[in-house]
């Protein structure tokens, strides 16, 4: 279908839909074959693509879950996103002191879901609410002194997360789904207002779909940069990750929020929309 600017001259097309996406590994198997003539696919780290989104320099965008808290107006338009129900491998929380004596955390600079879920852990299992410190996209666990450092994406898959000058690693996912019983959201596609439609939605469906259905070429070409062996990385992308959002995730994007407002980590909610229909 052409997409055109004016309704009576066909051979005027719209400009690109702005889709903006994550370079980690995690997301591979939701933009796989995703690009087209008509969408101009970018990528960014998670934090900088809400932003993008709320200043309306994108369209739609794979964006942290707890963004959508923030932004009323952002509407998720796809049951595809970036989950887990269970360890997640990607999302590692280091501690150099056990966790109930922890005063300091620094936190990857393009976190946001997984920043929270650290602080909402940290504070509904031990009780504390440490100092937050940021750390530096191309900084290392070497590079802060911060009690706990999280890491997410590629560089918490690396072997700098692991050795002897940690106490305690945590695996975020795990984590909350040990603790809640239920999987976690750490990402969803979502659009801001006038920018999704149904083509749009079907067709981010489709890329994932596309995606889980070649999980071992895309794990056969993203291995090696990634410092994994080829089976290591099939691994990850279809055991460690889940991409669809069902109902039990639905629970969890509530639990989630209610934890995250009363830590005032988000605001109270306003009705909005997921895939159509209202989360309340």
């Known amino acids: 279908m052409i997409r055109s600017a004016d309704p009576f001259d066909p051979a005027s097309p719209l400009p690109p839909i702005r889709v903006g996406a994550v370079q980690y590994l995690n997301t591979r198997p939701l933009v796989f074959g995703l690009a087209a003539a008509d969408l101009a696919l970018s990528f960014d780290l998670p934090s900088r693509l809400a932003d993008r989104l709320a200043a309306g320099r994108l369209d739609v965008a794979l964006v942290p879950l707890i963004e959508v808290f923030r932004h009323p107006d952002f509407r998720i338009v796809s049951d595809a996103c ?23 955390l620094a936190v990857d600079e393009g976190s946001r879901t997984s920043a929270a879920l650290a602080r909402i852990l940290l504070r509904e299992m031990h009780g504390i609410a440490p100092r937050i410190e940021t750390l530096p996209i191309g900084s290392g666990s070497g590079d802060t002194r911060a009690d706990a450092i999280l890491l997410i994406g590629d560089r918490a898959l690396g072997p700098a997360t692991g050795g002897g000058a940690f106490q305690l ?9 040990r603790w809640t019983g239920l999987p976690f ?29 070649h999980l071992p070429a895309i794990a056969a070409a993203e291995a090696a940069a990634h410092g994994l062996t080829t089976s290591q990385c099939l691994a990850y992308l279809r055991d460690n990750l889940h991409y669809d959002l069902g109902a039990r995730e639905l629970e969890a994007v509530r639990l989630f929020r209610s934890h995250a407002v009363r830590l005032g ?13 209202p989360l309340p």
């Not at 690693?169 to 789904?177: A, K, P, Q, R, V």
């Not at 750490?186 to 995606?211: M, Q, Y």
């Open 185 to 213: 959201v750490f990402a969803v596609w979502a659009a801001r207002p006038g920018a999704d439609s149904a083509e749009l939605v079907t067709r981010l469906e489709a890329a994932r779909d596309r995606g889980r259905a």
């Open 169 to 177: 690693i945590w695996d975020l996912g795990d984590e909350w789904c």
């Open 265 to 277: 980590l988000a605001p109270r909610p306003v009705e909005q929309a997921v895939c159509q229909s």
């Open 82 to 104: 970036i989950g887990c129900r269970g360890p997640v491998m990607s999302v590692k929380l280091l501690f150099r002191v056990s966790p109930s004596k922890v005063r300091t």
